[in-house]
């Protein structure tokens, strides 16, 4: 008896599990639809909370924003997660801000994203700063950056700091 209770609870779960995959994947289909318009989908990848998000940026000669928006609900025309840089010379692309919300690996996804497009325009590098509004959260940062391959100087007591990636 216990047995077939578990064995109809985990179906049970398979089927919602099956349904959260369908619903997203079609609101993934019509979210691609509408941010196709304006910008260029650059991808498709999963969070580690395993939801479904589209990678998107706008790009013109001086910058680059690459965006996520997430599959779960519609797109209303903003984005949930960004990375702003500029491109600072033909050799770098210098990070000016990164908003949204933190630990859902969407500063991984938009960094993977970013090292292509480096890549793409014979880019070499890629700097940014550590600003003193970033400060409360500067640990996190640093674990960031480092994580992604960065060089990481930090002066603690001007509350500043710089990083720096070199694609060899």
């Known amino acids: 008896m216990e047995?077939?209770?578990?064995?109809?609870e985990q179906e049970e779960e398979l089927q919602q599990e099956y349904?959260?995959?369908?619903?997203?994947l079609y609101r993934m289909q019509d979210n691609l639809k509408k941010?196709?318009?304006?910008?260029?989908?650059?991808?498709?990848?999963q969070s580690k909370e395993d939801k479904w998000v589209?990678?998107?940026s706008?790009?013109?000669?001086?910058s680059c924003k690459i965006m996520i928006s997430e599959c779960d609900a519609a797109y209303d025309g903003t984005w949930d997660f960004s990375l702003q840089a500029t491109y600072f010379d033909n050799h770098t692309i210098h990070i000016g801000d990164?908003?949204?919300p933190a630990n859902k690996g969407y500063g991984s996804i938009c960094m993977k994203y970013l090292k292509e497009k480096a890549r793409q325009h014979n880019v070499s590098a890629i700097t940014g700063d550590i600003a003193k509004r970033d400060w409360d959260h500067v640990d996190r940062l640093v674990h960031f950056y480092e994580?992604?391959?960065f060089d990481v100087s930090v002066d603690y007591e001007?509350?500043?700091g710089e990083i720096h990636w070199q694609d060899y």
Do not use: C, M, P
């Open 158 to 160: 001007q509350k500043s």
């Open 98 to 100: 990164i908003k949204g």
């Open 19 to 24: 349904e959260n995959l369908e619903f997203q």
């Open 35 to 45: 941010i196709a318009r304006n910008s260029n989908v650059i991808g498709i990848d």
């Open 58 to 62: 706008h790009e013109d000669s001086h």
């Open 3 to 8: 047995t077939a209770v578990k064995d109809t």
């Open 147 to 149: 994580k992604h391959d």
């Open 54 to 56: 589209i990678v998107y």
